[in-house]
């Protein structure tokens, strides 16, 4: 089982440029997320998605938007990306069907250098 | 506000226990997971807390005290291969996760 698959896993990208990162789970989960993690920090949430065809504002969302047209893919887009935003991206996914946790299941990050 | 407190750095000797403490405070409380992340990996899901007390899986295990606002997780007969980051995070009302910085556990032969 693939579980939940990012692209690209690293990119270095100009300041002002545009960048997607991708995300797709194939463990028919409701919920997804997107975190960054940055050294010294806990992880931080940007945006998540409860359901297919909603989304919401996590800690720090600005500079990023997202949307979940299906259940599968929940791509993470920069706009005009900032150096600040150098960082190492994680989508996961999370089943809150009756009976779960809300565990979360991750995916392998992507590493994201803003110059 | 909201916050998840635990040491920066742990070092410990194989085959000896460790306790990697966690103090949160949410609005409001769903439990309390830990993760492991290894150096350059995703972090993967170990333990879920919701009621006070010991939760055992193996060589380890994890405890709540909700009334403290406290966990920790306990880790026997440690291997190489537990070398890695420990995170702790708490669930509020709203069933958003709150992250701690994570705990680097170092093992030493």
């Known amino acids: 089982t693939a579980g939940i698959t990012q692209a690209p896993t690293s990119q270095i990208l100009a300041a002002g440029r545009s960048m997607t990162l991708r995300c797709t789970q194939d463990?028919?989960?409701?919920?997804m997320y997107w975190y960054r993690q940055d050294l010294g920090l806990g992880l931080r949430l940007i945006h998540y998605?409860?359901?297919?065809?909603?989304?919401g504002k996590g800690e720090v969302p600005d500079g990023y938007s997202v949307s979940r047209a299906n259940t599968d893919d929940f791509p993470l887009t920069l706009a005009s990306a900032v150096p600040s935003q150098t960082s190492v991206y994680f989508c996961?996914?999370?089943?809150?069907?009756?009976?779960?946790?809300?565990?979360?299941?991750f995916g392998e990050g992507s590493r994201l250098t803003v110059l | 506000g909201q916050n998840i407190d635990q040491p920066t750095e742990m070092t410990a000797t194989e085959g000896a226990i460790v306790q990697i403490n966690c103090t949160y405070q949410?609005?409001?409380?769903?439990?309390l997971f830990w993760y492991q992340q290894h150096a350059g990996e995703a972090p993967t899901f170990l333990s879920y807390?919701?009621l006070d007390g010991l939760e055992e899986k193996g060589r380890f295990s994890s405890f709540l005290s909700r009334s403290k606002g406290y966990s920790y997780l306990l880790l026997k007969e440690l291997q190489m291969k537990d070398s890695a980051s420990y995170l702790c995070?708490?669930?509020?009302?709203?069933?958003?996760?709150?992250w701690g910085a994570g705990t680097k556990l170092i093992i030493k032969p």
């Open positions: 463990m028919r989960h409701n919920a």
């Open positions: 995070a708490g669930m509020d009302s709203n069933y958003q996760l709150i």
């Open positions: 996961a996914s999370s089943d809150w069907t009756s009976g779960n946790t809300g565990e979360l299941f």
């Open positions: 998605s409860n359901t297919a065809g909603t989304t």
């Open positions: 949410t609005s409001g409380f769903n439990g």
């Open positions: 807390n919701v």
